[in-house]
T-cell receptor
Framework: DAGVTQSPTHLIKTRGQQVTLRCSPK?????VSWYQQALGQGPQFIFQ???????QRGNFPDRFSGHQFPNYSSELNVNALLLGDSALYLC?????????FGSGTRLTVV | GQNIDQPTEMTATEGAIVQINCTYQ??????LFWYQQHAGEAPTFLSY????GLEEKGRFSSFLSRSKGYSYLLLKELQMKDSASYLC????????????FGKGTRLSVIA
């Protein structure tokens, strides 16, 4: 049973560029949440998708947007990248109240 | 706002016992989670408490006091592989809602 799969694992982008990160949830999970984890910090909630709609959103600017597809997979898009967006981006899928995390995408903005 | 506090770093000796504390002040409470995270890897689930008391699972135990807004994770018979960050997270409402995390405690196990 595959867990949560994220791609790519590592990414280097230049300031001002746009990036798309992808997440395939654990089989049977219908909800996907995205978190940003800066170095030495805990994960910060970005937003959550359920039934292809954004259900909840954390304190992140509109440069951060997302999408969920009919197969429950999800994308996180970040526009106009800033140096401060450099972080590990974690996807967590869930069904009811059990959460499973992916290994994340390490984004470096230079 | 939501506030979850844990010590930033701890060091313990192989074979010993270590207790990692977590205090929380959140707008609601519907369970507290502990995760282990090795550097560059996914957080992995360790324990879940929603009622007061102690939950034991092998070498790991977790305690919750809702009235005090307090939890701890107890690790026994420490092994070198236990060197990792330990994340305390609160679910503030019922259902499939996102978790609010503390900053994590980096544990170093030394010989």
């Amino acid at each position: 049973d595959a867990g949560v799969t994220q791609s790519p694992t590592h990414l280097i982008k230049t300031r001002g560029q746009q990036v798309t990160l992808r997440c395939s949830p654990k089989s049977g999970h219908d909800t996907v949440s995205w978190y940003q984890q800066a170095l030495g910090q805990g994960p910060q909630f970005i937003f959550q998708y359920y039934e292809e709609e954004e259900r909840q959103r954390g304190n992140f600017p509109d440069r951060f947007s997302g999408h969920q597809f009919p197969n429950y997979s999800s994308e996180l898009n970040v526009n106009a990248l800033l140096l401060g967006d450099s972080a590990l981006y974690l996807c967590a899928s869930s069904l009811a109240a059990g959460y499973t995390f992916g290994s994340g995408t390490r984004l470096t903005v230079v | 706002g939501q506030n979850i506090d844990q010590p930033t770093e701890m060091t313990a000796t192989e074979g010993a016992i270590v207790q990692i504390n977590c205090t929380y002040q959140t707008s609601g409470f519907n369970g507290l989670f502990w995760y282990q995270q090795h550097a560059g890897e996914a957080p992995t689930f360790l324990s879940y408490n929603v009622l007061d008391g102690l939950e034991e699972k092998g070498r790991f135990s977790s305690f919750l006091s809702r009235s005090k807004g307090y939890s701890y994770l107890l690790l026994k018979e420490l092994q070198m592989k236990d060197s990792a960050s330990y994340l305390c997270a609160v679910r503030v409402s019922s259902g499939n809602t996102p978790l609010v995390f503390g900053k994590g405690t980096r544990l170093s196990v030394i010989a």
